[in-house]
């Protein structure tokens, strides 16, 4: 449960920490990690809308550039919560730097706060893409495919072996084209584009319910919710979203 608490009544609440993230218009933007708890007596207040990030970035209830310092405020304490503890030790740390580090007493061994990269990617060959949807999507959305990027590994062949495990879908070039903080709990979504090499589908059905190519003029009625059989793509605040936009509208 996260949400948006008035200041003073997040002092009054229990503070477990907090991490200064800069200012805002001149005013300090403080992130608070409150006690388990804290947050569920507001929850029968009238007065009071107590709202998770992910309904606050699908409903459009703030503007983009604080939408960003509340993705910031969630990565940065869903890494305190879990790192009271030294992975080096076991003696327990504390917060410094303004909350961006964790400092063992014990072992001097400093923690940093950690991202997890991931690839996402539009695969394209000629007028159609491929997209797949896992079993826990919405009914009838389609997106694209993604995977955690592996230790050595780089973007591209991240997004090529990401692709040929789950499709079976051999990937040539790859180019790199924007980027998202998705803090669930800490994904930094890199977003590419990859050429299809081949077009045979093998799906790994562990990873996805359903993966077949598109033709352009069906994912452009996908994306404004106009499919015959209410296929659709993803939400607008995601990435994919944009990656798909992009190739439909022939921008990239
Ligand atoms: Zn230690």
């Given amino acids: ?31 608070t ?11 029968d207040d009238a007065g009071f809308h107590v709202v998770d990030l992910r309904s606050i970035a699908v409903q459009d209830l703030l503007p983009a550039h604080e939408l ?49 990269p991931v690839a996402i990617m539009l695969i394209a060959r000629g007028e159609h893409c491929l997209l797949g949807r896992q079993s826990r999507f919405a009914p009838g959305m389609y997106s694209c495919l993604a995977g955690f990027i592996e230790p050595g590994e780089t973007i591209e062949d991240a997004v090529r072996r990401e692709t040929l495990e789950e499709s ?37 059905r562990d990873e996805l319910e359903d993966g077949r190519w598109f033709h352009r003029d069906e994912v452009a009625l996908m994306l404004d919710g106009a499919h015959p059989d209410g296929l659709r793509g993803p939400v607008r605040m995601a990435i994919a979203h944009h990656l798909i936009r992009a190739w439909v509208e022939r921008g990239a």
């Fill in 33 to 43: 990690l409150l006690a388990t708890g804290a947050l569920e007596r507001y929850k």
């Fill in 168 to 204: 079976g879908v051999h990937v040539g070039e790859v180019r790199y084209l924007a980027s998202q903080p998705w803090p669930f709990p800490a994904s930094l979504m890199i977003g590419c584009r990859g050429e299809a090499l081949s077009e045979e589908i093998v799906l790994d």
């Fill in 68 to 116: 960003g310092i509340l993705a910031e405020a969630k990565a940065l304490l869903h890494w305190h919560a879990r790192h009271g503890f030294c992975a080096n030790c076991g003696a327990p740390t504390t917060m410094v730097c303004a909350g961006f580090r964790r400092d063992c007493a014990a072992c001097k061994a400093q923690h940093f706060p950690r991202t997890d």
């Fill in 1 to 31: 449960l996260s949400g948006l608490v008035p200041v003073a009544d997040a002092r009054r609440a229990a503070v477990r920490e907090q991490a200064f993230l800069g200012t805002l218009a001149g005013r300090p933007v403080l992130g």
